[in-house]
Nanobody, 118 residues
Framework: QVQLVESGGGLVQAGGSLRLSCAAS?????????MGWFRQAPGKEREFVAA????????DYTDSVKGRFTISRDDAKFTAYLEMNSLKPEDTAVYYC??????????WGQGTQVTVSS
């Protein structure tokens, strides 16, 4: 139904910025209601980072990234973005994009590594 491809990860120094992209390919007739970003650090469980509702752009963030990360979308490109500023070493993780027309989100990308050096 939905295929997701993330890009934009990399290595950055603490205080730096990165922008992640999640490009969606959606089967004709299928709708996406929510797209979200999650992350998993080594030895830790996957956690929610941010989400955006496709219909009205309502957003939600985990407390640890509020004020530093911004999720947005481009309708024409069917792409969601995660703008990450003031990055900290504790933001180091594999970041995953997820999407679906209901929750829990069933479709996931392959992940992109974000490494923040101190």
């Amino acid at each position: 139904q939905v295929q997701l491809v993330e890009s934009g990860g990399g290595l950055v120094q603490a205080g730096g910025s990165l922008r992640l992209s999640c490009a969606a390919s959606v089967r004709t007739g299928y709708s996406i209601y929510t797209m979200g970003w999650f992350r998993q650090a080594p030895g830790k469980e996957r956690e929610f980072v941010a989400a955006i509702r496709w219909s009205d752009r309502m957003t939600d963030y985990t407390d640890s990234v509020k004020g530093r990360f911004t999720i947005s979308r481009d309708d024409a490109k069917f792409t969601a973005y995660l703008e990450m500023n003031s990055l900290k070493p504790e933001d180091t993780a594999v970041y995953y994009c997820a999407a679906d027309n209901s929750v829990p989100l069933r479709y996931w990308g392959q992940g992109t590594q974000v490494t923040v050096s101190s």
